[in-house]
């Protein structure tokens, strides 16, 4: 069975530019979930997708967004960049909603805004 | 808000050595818990992970927790740790029913010397 994937495994952007990061879910798991991994700050968690839609939504501003794809893949976007925003990004998915599932991680994009 | 702390941010032990790591987590309510590790160049994978029932768990290569909802702790132990334990382990809450988030420590850079 194939993990999460992600791409890219590297992503180097300057400030103000725009990062889309990509996540391809486990087959047959429906929820997605992004996470921060910032230096020093540990795992923070960012969004969770599920059917779709966005069900729960971390302490980041609103120019950290994503969607949820028919196919249960997932995109982060992250506008305006600043330099604090880099960090390992990581995506995790689960087979369903229920909480009693357990999250699978991907191995991460790691964005450098420079 | 929920917060996750891991008490040892670097310990370095030598094989055959027996190993504990801290964990305490602030919330009143019930709670998912879990012990995640991440070998070097490897994914975050789950250790372990307790939910309800027997306070004690036990999870992969011979690691268990335990679970002391008096002292809102969820330390991971091993009795004698080897040279291929050496990770970086993270302790992680889900405390929001229906919500997914995970709420994760800072983590613990476990080095083993042979």
């Known amino acids: 069975e194939a993990g999460v994937t992600q791409s890219p495994t590297h992503l180097i952007k300057t400030r103000g530019q725009q990062a889309t990061l990509r996540c391809s879910p486990i087959?047959?798991?429906?929820?997605v979930y992004w996470y921060q991994q910032a230096l020093g700050l540990g795992l923070q968690f960012l969004l969770w997708?599920?059917?779709?839609?966005?069900?729960n939504r971390g302490n980041f501003p609103p120019r950290f967004s994503g969607r949820q794809f028919p196919n249960y893949s997932s995109e982060l976007n992250v506008n305006a960049l600043e330099l604090e925003d880099s960090a390992l990004y990581l995506c995790?998915?689960?087979?369903?909603?229920?909480?009693?599932?357990?999250?699978?991680f991907g191995p991460g994009t790691r964005l450098t805004v420079l | 808000a929920q917060s996750v702390s891991q008490h040892n941010h670097h310990v370095i032990l030598s094989e055959a050595a027996s190993l504990e790591l801290g964990c305490n987590y602030s919330?009143?309510?019930?709670?998912?818990l879990f012990w995640y590790v991440q070998y070097p160049g490897q994914h975050l994978q789950l250790l372990l992970k307790y939910f309800s029932g027997d306070p004690l768990v036990k999870g992969i290569k011979g690691f268990e927790a335990e679970f002391i909802k008096s002292k809102f702790s969820f330390n991971l132990r091993k009795p004698s740790v080897q040279w291929s334990d050496t990770a970086e382990y993270f302790c992680a809450v889900n405390a929001l029913k229906g919500f997914q988030k995970l709420v994760f420590g800072t983590g613990t850079r476990l080095l083993v010397s042979p």
């Open positions: 919330y009143g309510g019930t709670v998912n």
């Open positions: 087959s047959g798991h429906t929820s």
């Open positions: 995790a998915s689960s087979r369903d909603r229920d909480d009693s599932n357990e999250q699978f």
């Open positions: 997708y599920d059917e779709g839609e966005e069900r």
